[in-house]
């Protein structure tokens, strides 16, 4: 049995468009019985919106097949007992940490953590200063990075994304962010779980070669990068060497009857 994660942007969609074949393959999979997940980095939406939007594209499915960076935050944030967080993510998203009281946005101490996500053209010098400020009034208040992704291919182009921000702020701080995305082994050890597939047995599926094919990698699984989303000639040439490479996920259905 083989068990597939599939990352969203980039790989099943660009933008607001299907990439040709998603459709068909996602819906195969589910014919033929092989269980998948979809294993995003994406904060600036909650899963609901996710699942709407796959909807639209022809995509039938429902939150429990989504894992978001958001929702393994929270548990964690529940495992660890810590409440009023101090929340760097698009308000949709902040719906996910309700139960847990976040800080109020014009406080500058207090938070029992510090929770960022991908704050788009939000971010300015006041934001990311006062994340900073946050963290040094309690040394105790750990930084939390939903995902690690350092840019995605938006319509217009490339666009930064929270890896910058969160390495920033360990450099300054000087303490080491708590993970909770990819390319972090737990996240992918929370979704290989839900398959109740043996790791080695796992296909990661996605078009960042750090988070998606290494983090992969290192977890156990099978790492495949395809030829769509922010995907360059130059991955190609690095250290980093994918299990496979496909031209889209129109191919993944040929390349698992071959394995």
Do not use: C
């Not at 690690?148 to 962010?177: C, I, K, N, S």
């Amino acid at each position: 049995m083989t068990g597939v994660l599939l990352d969203l942007d980039g790989v099943v969609y660009v933008g607001d468009e299907a990439v040709p074949g998603a459709v068909e393959t996602v819906a195969g999979l589910e014919a033929d019985g092989i269980p998948f997940r979809f294993l995003t980095n994406t904060t600036s939406r909650p899963r609901s919106a996710i699942v709407e939007k796959l909807a639209r594209l022809g995509v039938a499915t429902d939150a429990s097949h989504l894992l978001t960076p958001a929702v393994a935050a929270a548990e964690w944030l529940r495992r660890e007992r810590i409440e009023r967080p101090a929340l760097f993510v698009p308000d949709a998203t902040a719906e996910e940490f309700a139960a847990f009281e976040p800080l109020a946005a014009s406080v500058d101490e207090g938070a029992g953590a510090v929770v960022l996500g991908d704050l788009g053209e939000a971010w300015d010098f006041a934001t990311l200063n006062r994340a900073f400020r946050l963290l040094m009034a309690n040394p105790a208040a750990p930084l939390v990075a939903l995902g690690l992704t350092r840019y995605w291919r938006a319509p217009d182009g490339l666009r930064l994304d929270v890896g910058g921000y969160v390495r920033a702020l360990e450099y300054a701080t000087g303490r080491e962010a708590v993970v909770l995305g990819k390319p972090d082994a737990a996240f992918y050890g929370t979704a290989v779980a839900a398959l109740d597939v043996d790791p080695a047995d796992v296909v990661m599926v996605g078009d960042d070669l750090r988070t998606d094919v290494e983090g992969a990698q290192r977890a156990g699984l099978t790492g495949v990068l395809v030829r769509t989303g922010k995907f360059t000639p130059a991955d190609l040439d690095g250290d980093i060497r994918p299990d496979a490479v496909l031209d889209s996920i129109a191919d993944l259905p040929g390349w698992l009857a071959e394995r």
